[in-house]
């Protein structure tokens, strides 16, 4: 299903942008609050408790760090029902990581609205919002170690100097036409494989918050420093998920270079 990904430090733009988008393109708009629910929902955690990993900016306390990564996981793998789902318009600032491996999800940048200029008067959230301003880049830096406004990670950056909402949203919809947009084959599959990856990663990550994990047609890669430490921990990891839905063998790689190679 196609999916425009919308992100940027500045909410109320953006959100007005996803807005046009999604009512011209007739597709379902979901935000950080659709994403909230979803995951408090299939998660069995609180939506309080999801919302707090989203607006806390610190990282400081090993225990907390570990629980704050398996809430940011299970926001994706409720992103990536979603996607799975039907083609949709998104706008909010997680998901960085399915974006870049789904060729087709137009990924967009927001930046600069007039209002920016001395007075700031529309960048702020509105009351439904999570984060705004620049506490939303130091976020999006905290969990991803990537710059929100780096335009390589985009496919198209828009400057809210030079055009209206609802400009912005036709810009998005012809680029949206190119070929390289349109689901194919290969890439709904890598979308299945990724959201089997991301339900095996929310199982994992609260023991291990740096663990990685990838899935190739049944074959799941899994990666974390805490594998060099000791076999058990490897074979208990493996043991854990090889009866998982959609698993035919586990590999455990205690090497970076590996998994990335993988």
């Not at 733009?13 to 979901?30: N, W």
């Not at 990564?69 to 789902?85: D, I, N, Q, R, W």
Request: hydrophobic share 40%; aromatic share 10%.
């Amino acid at each position: 299903m196609s999916t425009v990904a919308i992100l940027s430090k500045y909410v109320n733009e953006s959100r007005k942008i996803a807005e046009k988008t999604a009512f011209k393109l007739g597709y379902p708009l979901v935000t950080m609050t659709d994403l909230v629910k979803a995951a408090a929902k299939e998660g069995n955690v609180t939506e309080s408790e999801l919302s707090g990993a989203l607006t806390d900016i610190t990282l400081y306390h090993q225990l907390f760090r570990k629980r704050k990564m398996k809430l940011v996981s299970l926001l994706e793998l409720a992103l990536c029902g979603f996607m799975m789902e039907k083609s949709i318009v998104f706008c909010g600032y997680v998901g960085y990581p399915i974006f870049q491996e789904i060729s087709h999800v137009l990924q967009v940048l927001v930046l600069g609205p007039p209002e920016d200029a001395g007075g700031r008067a529309g960048g702020k959230g509105s009351g439904k919002d999570l984060l705004s301003d620049d506490k939303i880049l130091k976020w999006f830096k905290k969990i991803y170690q990537a710059d929100m406004e780096d335009p390589n990670l985009y496919d198209l950056s828009i400057n809210m100097w030079h055009m209206d909402e609802s400009e912005a949203a036709d810009i998005i919809i012809n680029t949206l036409k190119q070929p390289r947009f349109k689901p194919m084959t290969y890439s709904k599959k890598v979308m299945k494989d990724l959201q089997l990856a991301f339900h095996i990663k929310t199982k994992l990550i609260e023991k291990m918050p740096d663990v990685a994990v990838k899935s190739h047609d049944g074959t799941v890669y899994v990666y974390s420093k805490a594998f060099k430490r000791g076999q058990k921990k490897a074979a208990g990891t493996k043991q854990s998920i090889m009866w998982m839905d959609g698993v035919d063998y586990v590999e455990i790689l205690k090497d970076q270079k590996s998994f990335d190679a993988v």
